[in-house]
């Protein structure tokens, strides 16, 4: 038995890849949408993965320092250093903000690092594509690449201006905003550092207070004010666990005894999947059933109006003796070649324009394959209404009268 | 092969119930013999179509009796159980237009009925082309339907109409599309093919130019016919 879909399709070949191109930018969109969400969880694990921590250590009942803000003191890591398990402790505050290049302005996230020795610090980046790692205490920086800096470019943070000195790839925030690194004093500095009208005020204020400016106790108001111009706080301590050491184990160690919350890996990918982007990901999924809807209606009118047109066959077809099945496989397949033609034009737009989306945008082989079923099902389903009307055609509508 | 041509007995037809009820046969008695063709003619409103598709296995009728070859097809209210293989295997359909399926080519549109039928596609081609030779339009075997003459058109929903070897060809209003020289080949080719494969023709008509070549004719007026001589010309 020749195929009835396929000699229709061949017949009728412009009308199916143009409807096929129409759907299949939309199914584009679709898997696009479905990267977009990819990107955003595969950022929250690249940021994980990029601190080479196993544990983060934070102020006490906060779900920093990703998710929250968290302040503890700088000089905490000492303490859990020393802890049983702990392999190493290294100190980081992290900064979103516009830094400034020249005329332009980047948003991104600033690192403070702790100073030591390249690779052996938790929270350094990994790896570099170019130049080198930070070797002076001060107004050095490493950009991550999709910043648009390059080396030896000046950038501002705040009012110290910093050298580009090595540049590092896929060090994003878990909003996909790229890193820029600087030594840790500079950062806390970054941090809480005031203009100058509001740091003249506040030391106006404290010189006002009769507290802190005793003209018994010389030398107070200067200690007072010193200690409002510093900042003493970063934002996590990033741990590395000795090896055979559970981190859960060593997690419950710091809670009891530094009163400070601990999360392992798993437990802070929780947060980052499950709390930070849980909202952006409900998003996503109410685009993808819209689009899904769509596609589904789409095809459905198409598949609809192609059998509209073959009504008069139809009617010839069951006259002579076709079979309903061979009539519904029929209607069937043409959705089913649409869906496979949309598919096709689908991944290759989306294969093409992802690359050209601000934020990174991940299209797994699994998506695809999920995508590719679930759009056979669309157009089987769409198809439905199209057979139902093809098998209520009435034979005699061929004989007229 | 054709067997014994189509009898009709007693035949009628009551669309709806009650005081609505409305009888567009009331009695039609009709014998076609294997190799004749008759025309069936009549105004409009008089019950042909109802005929034609009771005939076809379309429509059931309401009382009477179908002979179909050697086969009773409907006995007072009984029905053989598979209609669409009694369509598909003892009658054959030539409409006023071909209704060629137009995304299959000349040989496939002929081919398609043996191949619903299970026919290998080969030995299905096979009998096509055979029907088409027959028919003078085997050198468009592979011409799409739109690519076809009007009288072409018509010769291939002929050879569709036979490929199966009917005992039975209904022909609505075969020639009235088309102009006086190809109706009269349209007319001829039915006499040829009716003789050749032993199939009754019945043609519904209301074509004058074709109404003196049958040999017998019914005329169906209010739901009842009545048989007459025709002037059979031109095909003897």
Redesign the interface.
Do not use: C, W
């Given at each position: 038995?020749?195929s009835?879909a396929g000699?229709?399709i061949?017949?009728?070949w412009g009308k199916f890849v143009f409807t096929g191109m129409g759907l299949g930018l939309l199914i584009g969109v679709t898997l696009v949408m479905a990267g977009v969400y990819r990107g955003m969880v595969d950022d929250g694990k690249a940021l994980l993965d990029n601190s080479g921590a196993d544990m983060w250590v934070v102020q006490k009942d906060t779900l920093g320092p990703y998710a929250e803000s968290s302040s503890i003191h700088d000089d905490l890591y000492r303490g859990i250093r020393a802890m049983p398990g702990i392999g190493h402790a290294a100190n980081v505050t992290y900064l979103t903000m516009q830094v400034r290049q020249d005329a332009r302005d980047v948003r991104a996230m600033v690192v403070g690092i702790a100073a030591g020795e390249a690779g052996t610090m938790a929270g350094w980046p990994p790896y570099l594509v170019a130049g080198r790692q930070i070797t002076r205490g001060h107004y050095e920086a490493v950009a991550d690449i999709a910043t648009g800096f390059r080396l030896g470019d000046r950038l501002t943070i705040r009012r110290n201006q910093y050298t580009v000195v090595g540049l590092t790839r896929r060090m994003v925030s878990s909003s996909g905003d790229p890193m820029v690194f600087i030594p840790l004093k500079d950062a806390q500095e970054a941090q809480f550092l005031k203009d100058n009208d509001a740091i003249w005020q506040s030391r106006r204020r404290t010189e006002a207070n009769p507290a802190f400016n005793r003209p018994g106790v010389p030398g107070l108001l200067d200690a007072v004010i010193a200690s409002q111009s510093t900042n003493a706080y970063v934002n996590a301590v990033l741990v590395r666990l000795k090896p055979g050491h559970a981190p859960d184990e060593v997690a419950e160690s710091i809670h009891r005894w530094k009163r400070l919350t601990v999360y392992t890996r798993t437990q802070m990918e929780d947060i980052l999947i499950g709390k930070l982007i849980a909202t952006s990901s409900k998003q996503i999924g109410m685009f993808l059933v819209i689009l899904a809807i769509v596609s589904a209606a789409i095809v459905a009118f198409i598949i609809y109006t192609l059998t509209m047109d073959k009504i008069?066959?139809i009617a010839?077809?069951?006259?002579?003796?076709?079979?309903n099945r061979?009539i519904a496989a029929m209607i069937m397949q043409q959705a089913l070649v649409l869906g496979v033609i949309g598919f096709v034009v689908g991944k290759i737009t989306a294969t093409f324009v992802a690359p050209l989306f601000p934020k990174y945008v991940l299209l797994m082989p699994s998506d695809s394959v999920a995508g590719f079923f679930a759009v056979l099902a669309i157009c089987a389903l769409a198809s439905v209404v199209a057979i139902r009307m093809a098998l209520k055609v009435?034979?005699?509508e061929?004989?007229?009268? | 092969m054709g067997g014994k041509g189509i009898r009709i007995e007693g035949l009628k037809k009551r669309y709806g119930s009650g005081d609505t009820a409305v009888d567009a046969l009331k009695g039609v008695d009709m014998h076609v013999a294997p190799g004749e063709v008759v025309g069936l003619i009549g105004p409009s409103g008089s019950g042909?179509?109802?005929l034609?598709?009771c005939l076809?296995a379309?429509?059931d009728p309401t009382v009477g009796r179908m002979v179909l070859g050697d086969e009773i097809i409907f006995d007072d209210g009984w029905k053989v159980r598979n209609l669409?293989?009694?369509?598909?295997?003892k009658i054959g359909?030539v409409?006023?237009a071909p209704?060629l399926?137009?995304?299959?080519d000349v040989t496939?549109n002929v081919a398609?009925?043996p191949?619903?039928?299970g026919s290998p596609?080969a030995e299905a081609r096979a009998k096509a082309l055979e029907l088409l030779t027959a028919l003078d339009v085997q050198h468009r075997a592979r011409a799409?339907p739109s690519q076809l003459s009007g009288g072409e058109q018509q010769r291939v929903a002929i050879a569709?109409g036979l490929v199966n070897r009917p005992p039975v060809i209904l022909a609505?209003e075969p020639t009235a599309p088309l102009d006086s020289e190809r109706a009269m080949a349209v007319v001829r080719i039915l006499n040829e093919m009716a003789r050749k494969f032993e199939t009754a023709i019945i043609v519904v008509t209301h074509d004058e130019k074709i109404i003196p070549t049958f040999k017998r004719i019914y005329h169906i007026r209010d739901g009842v016919t009545h048989e007459e001589a025709g002037e059979g010309r031109g095909f003897d």
């Open positions: 038995m020749i009835l000699r229709d061949l017949h009728a008069r066959e010839v077809l069951k006259l002579i003796g076709t079979r061979t009435d034979p005699a061929a004989i007229g009268g | 042909k179509s109802t034609l598709k076809g379309v429509i669409r293989a009694l369509r598909r295997d359909f409409f006023q209704y399926i137009p995304f299959l496939d398609l009925l191949m619903l039928a596609n799409m569709r609505d």
